[in-house]
């Protein structure tokens, strides 16, 4: 029985650009019992913020920019969902113009991790209504990050039902307070939405 059994599961949740590669929104996490290191979090212009102690994996802005754009090259040329990279389990799913990354350990549960990136990609499409490009990511980078932060904490998984984390992120628009009187952001609101939002999916593929 493993002695050293711990929840931190996540070193990086990584939102990148596939047309030019940049950066939309990066978040990498600290593992809880490592040398002191700071953790990092980089937006669309690669910017990098410290949050709490420990080391991850790639700590300076140069080795995540390095490992984003090795992972790129490597997921580009796949036809699946999940890799191995690095030494590092990796999950994946290409929304729009936009590649959503979930990174584990080598020996990390990939059906865990792969949830972790349903969770994202569901999330996002609740609330930025179906629009899961750069563009508007970028317009609604606090929804973005939020999201993420309420799917994963340091590396541990908190959440992985996109309806729960869509209305604990949702608010109200601050430019049109009155007219949130006639929305519903209750979960079970929220959930509705969501289903709305499956069928208009459904049907619009049928379409095609």
Known sequence: MPTNMTLFSINAILILSTDDRSRILTKYYSPPHSQPHASHSGAAAG????????SNPYGTVKEQKA????????????SGDVIL????VV???????????VVGGGDENEILLFGVVLALRD???????NSTDKRTLIENYDLVSLAIDEIVDDGIILEVDPVVVASRVTRPPAQDVSGVKGIDLSEQGI????????????ERIRQL
Do not use: C, H, P
Not at 47 to 54: E, H, L, R, V
Not at 67 to 78: A, S, V
Not at 85 to 88: E, S
């Open 85 to 88: 990279y690095d030494g590092r």
């Open 67 to 78: 490992f984003e754009k090795g992972l790129m090259d490597k997921t580009n040329k796949q």
């Open 123 to 129: 999330s996002l499409a609740i609330l930025l209504k």
């Open 191 to 202: 959930m509705n939405a969501w289903e709305l939002l499956k069928a208009k999916g459904v």
């Open 91 to 101: 999950v994946y799913k290409m929304e729009g113009d936009v590649m959503l990354y």
């Open 47 to 54: 910017a990098t913020t410290t949050s709490s102690a420990g």
